[in-house]
């Protein structure tokens, strides 16, 4: 087995087609676009078809990393999707990309942390290639949720949307690729942002669906508290461990929940806003797809280049926080 430097090698994103506008909004439930502008800094977000699945946006995301990583699915040895929304409970929606990819090589898994999923999905596929065993990892970020969003419920409805953010991991030059990881939880505060209905504590029946407990119940300034502090605190522990400063950090990625939790994190950081990628003005909240998509979108722009050190960090449901710091190599 080898200690080997792991890295990102190719990332792709996909959102769906139809945008849905605050102005939109404003006929469908009491709020108005001030409102959700100057509270969450969302102006619109992606709504997937109705026969769109998870698998379906993954699927697009993924060809994508694979083009932008010169490899064919053949070349995977896992395949991992962080995912609140799957297809189905199983078959995994892992197993569905990757027989609808032909990575007819590679083992296939979802993984649940909400909002930290990709970070949590990260830092469980860069073991596989650092130890040896592996030596590409397809980790994707998916997220249906227009499907699981109460459209009656003002104060959910206006912060989420559909997407999906892949990333290939591979080997990399020694001194590049992940740094350090942060994975943390905190289940006494699961009430907070849940799903209540539809799993073995509470299955599908009459009631549940006619109460809505198939949909996203949040206490929204809770979660705004434990957010603000967990993505300074998650932001500045990953950095100590890879024996940096926040004055070393050229790139915040953060989870795309709130431009006010986002300028917090910022201003602790001590970063310009130049150096933080946002685009949550456009997706809004996609859970665990954000972070991958804001990504991708900030290296198809080259914004960021080979040897910036990039700082990725999230916050969710669980309740849950992950942050990762690597030296980025890109391209082999």
Not at 187 to 210: D, H, I, Q
Not at 241 to 267: C, S, W, Y
Not at 306 to 320: N, S
């Amino acid at each position: 087995m080898g200690n080997y430097s792991v890295g990102i090698i190719g990332t792709g994103a996909y959102v769906p087609e139809k945008v849905l506008t605050n102005f939109d909004l404003e006929k469908m439930v009491e709020t108005s676009d001030e409102w959700i502008s100057t509270r969450t800094g969302i102006k619109e977000r992606r709504i997937a078809a109705k026969e769109q699945a998870s698998s379906d946006l993954a699927y697009e995301a993924a060809k994508k990393a694979l083009e932008s990583a010169n490899l064919s699915a053949e070349d995977l040895d896992l395949i991992i999707v962080a995912t609140v929304t799957p297809d189905s409970a199983f078959p995994s929606t892992a197993n569905i990309l990757q027989d609808r990819l032909g990575a007819s090589r590679a083992a296939a898994f979802d993984l649940a942390a909400a909002c930290s999923g990709f970070l949590y999905a990260l830092a469980t596929g860069a073991q596989f290639i650092q130890n040896g065993t592996y030596q590409h990892v397809l980790v994707i970020g998916v997220e249906v949720l227009s499907k699981i969003t109460d459209w009656k419920d003002r104060n959910t409805c206006v912060l989420f949307g559909d997407g999906a953010g892949a990333a290939v991991l591979g080997r990399v030059e020694e001194g590049y690729g992940f740094l350090s990881f942060e994975l943390g939880s905190d289940g006494s505060g699961g009430n907070l942002l849940k799903l209540p209905a539809g799993g073995s504590r509470m299955p599908a029946s009459c009631e549940t669906v006619e109460q809505g407990l198939h949909f996203i119940q949040m206490s929204g300034s809770e979660v705004f508290k434990f957010a603000v502090k967990t993505m300074e605190q998650a932001s500045l522990n990953v950095i100590e461990k890879a024996g940096m400063t926040k004055e070393e950090v050229d790139f915040l990625v953060p989870h795309q929940a709130n431009l006010r939790i986002i300028n917090f994190a910022r201003e602790r950081l001590g970063l310009d806003e130049s150096k933080v990628v946002v685009n949550l003005d456009r997706y809004g909240n996609m859970s665990s797809a954000s972070i991958p998509v804001a990504l991708d979108e900030a290296i198809r722009e080259q914004r960021i280049k080979k040897g910036d050190h990039v700082l990725l960090v999230g916050f969710g449901a669980g309740l849950t926080w992950g942050a990762a710091l690597l030296k980025w190599y890109g391209q082999e």
